[in-house]
């Protein structure tokens, strides 16, 4: 079946502008996971989903980082007021939770370059 | 200090030889660790899962786990030039904390 999926696959923003990810997860898979990825460094947590509900959020890295999945399928990572540090690949990652284990694989997407000019 | 540690690398090693990678945690609650590899450009793929403390075998790839010690390690036997890419050990909860990656590149 389909992988996870992520648009735009590249996206080039100016500094001060808004942006949406978009993260399409495997369809059924319960838990969805946000990453972001600087260059050169392993992906870093940003924020987890159980369906709609946004279970952490510890990873974001300011107010200006604004994640939802409102229909427990579809996500979006929205980005106000971009700025230079932001510029990353954002890596979304979906999973089928085995109950009361943490053994499930995480898929990931082939992630979104930010670059924040 | 950092969640998950790895061997900064890069590590080359000739065609046909034996890529060891070595990790180490520091939440002894840990319970699930993995090891993604990373082709430039492209996203993380999961090639090993371990859960309990041993070796476990797939392939050319082996992980070894030691809870006691906080360390996992992977060796792949019989390197490829397609094995070169930049590896990522991964520790879980229920969320992934990822090292920064060693790159190992196999020569033809």
């Known amino acids: 079946g389909a992988g996870v999926s992520q648009s735009p696959r590249y996206k080039v923003a100016k500094r001060g502008q808004d942006v949406a990810l978009r993260c399409d997860p495997i369809?059924?898979?319960?838990?969805l996971f946000w990453y972001q990825q600087a260059l050169g460094q392993g992906p870093e947590f940003l924020t987890y989903?159980?369906?709609?509900?946004?279970?952490?959020k510890s990873g974001l890295p300011s107010d200006r980082f604004f994640a939802e999945r409102p229909e427990g399928s579809v996500s979006t990572l929205k980005i106000q007021r971009t700025q230079q540090e932001d510029s990353a690949v954002y890596l979304c990652?979906?999973?089928?939770?085995?109950?009361?284990?943490?053994?499930?694989?995480?898929?990931f997407g082939p992630g979104t370059r930010l670059t924040v000019l | 200090q950092k969640e998950v540690e790895q061997n900064s690398g890069p590590l080359s090693v000739p065609e046909g030889a034996i890529a060891s990678l070595n990790c180490t945690y520091s939440?002894?609650?840990?319970?699930?660790f993995f090891w993604y590899r990373q082709y430039s450009g492209k996203s993380p793929e999961l090639i090993m899962s371990?859960?309990?403390?041993g070796d476990k075998e797939d392939g050319r790839f082996t992980a070894q786990l030691n809870k006691a010690s906080q360390y996992v390690s992977l060796l792949i036997r019989d390197s490829q030039p397609s094995d070169s890419a930049t590896y990522l050990c991964?520790?879980?909860?229920?969320?992934?904390?990822f090292g920064a990656g060693t790159t190992v590149t196999v020569r033809a």
């Open positions: 990652a979906s999973s089928l939770p085995s109950a009361g284990t943490y053994t499930d694989t995480q898929y």
């Open positions: 369809s059924g898979h319960v838990s």
């Open positions: 989903f159980q369906n709609e509900a946004q279970l952490d």
């Open positions: 939440d002894r609650g840990s319970q699930s």
């Open positions: 371990i859960y309990s403390n």
């Open positions: 991964a520790v879980r909860g229920y969320k992934l904390s």
